[in-house]
């Protein structure tokens, strides 16, 4: 019987509410010639049920007798893959009819490629996120945070035994950052401009419940890249540094990062890690430095934003949407030039009547008309039409993406 020429591998765990979507996306696709490998982590709802279900002869569901987590589960799905690429899926998502047949168009159309992925359509919304798309921008911003969509990937298999690029299963919530940083080394990335897969927020994805350990893996692998050009940093280096990658990704979504008391200490880091480079030439020097110098003029941007800041509180209260690693760093921005802050809000209920850093968590409809709103998330727009609907106004009562 002949091998199928892609396979598609997906990981769930108590995916009852939406995996039905996610296999109907790929069962949907234009390019036919694939397998998919559902691998069920010892879920626990009703996920095995609704895999059962399918008759698809294309689709071959494991069962995990234990919860292996995602690394080890992919690394499962890899060895009993039989096509010649991998496709990544993530349980939750919905992938665009057309996304294999693009995919694969492109690994045939650039045999040196090992991955490839795509920008992403944030589910219900037009927005959409877009990453670096060349080699060696990829590997420039890999330095700071993970530019790769993980559920857009397509691998192609030859590479991930050629060298060794396996999932680290000690890795857990990090696992795709720290192969991303792995592979860039070893083999040609690319990022297809085009979204060809829809990504759904909701509050029980796995980054969400282990943010914790994610953040302490990430730091890791930041500091692995560091030391590609020789730099050690001390902690309160490495606590610039950390502004600097909090804040990377406003680079390419065309947004402001968070605001920052630290301001000129982050301009002479930024010219530290630029000067590494020339000396040691691990990154290309073009992509890394339009990079820096991109989130350089950004953050000069947010830094004059603290005057008004400052100003605003002497009479409004001042509160932070989001309660994410940006968050925390403007709270202690903020708190350190002299801003008090009430406290933070969220759309997530099961953060109400929490505290995050010290300070009160509230829903939206907690928040006064005398309040004053910084977002402080990755999903400034749709936190921007939800302040308007509530009576807000841009600049006026609030500043749309710190």
Known sequence: MKSPFISVIMPVYNGESFVAEAVESVLSQTFTDFEMIIINDASTDRTADILEAYQDPRIVVVHNKANLRVASSLNKGILLAKGTY?????ADDRCMPERFAKQVAFMERNPDCAVCSSSVRIMGSNRIVSFPMNHEEISSHLVFYCCIAHPTVMLRKEAIFEFSLLYSANMKEAEDYELWTRASRLVDMHVLEEPLLEYRLHPNQATVRGFQEMNRLVDQIRKQQLLRLDVVPTDDEYRVHRLVCDGAAAVYQSTTPAVTAD???VQQWIKHLIERNRMKKVFDLSSFEDFLLAYSQRAKIAHERLDKLKEVSSSRV????????NAGVTLETLQKYGVDIGGFIDNNSTKWGTLFEGLPVVEPTK??????????SMYSREISKQLNDMGFEVHTDFLPEI
Do not use: F
Request: hydrophobic share 55%; glycine share 8%.
């Open 318 to 325: 001042v509160w932070i949407w989001g309660t994410g690693a």
């Open 367 to 376: 928040v006064t008309s005398n309040a004053y709103v910084l977002i402080c």
């Open 86 to 90: 991998i496709v990544r899926m993530d």
């Open 263 to 265: 301001y000129s200490a």
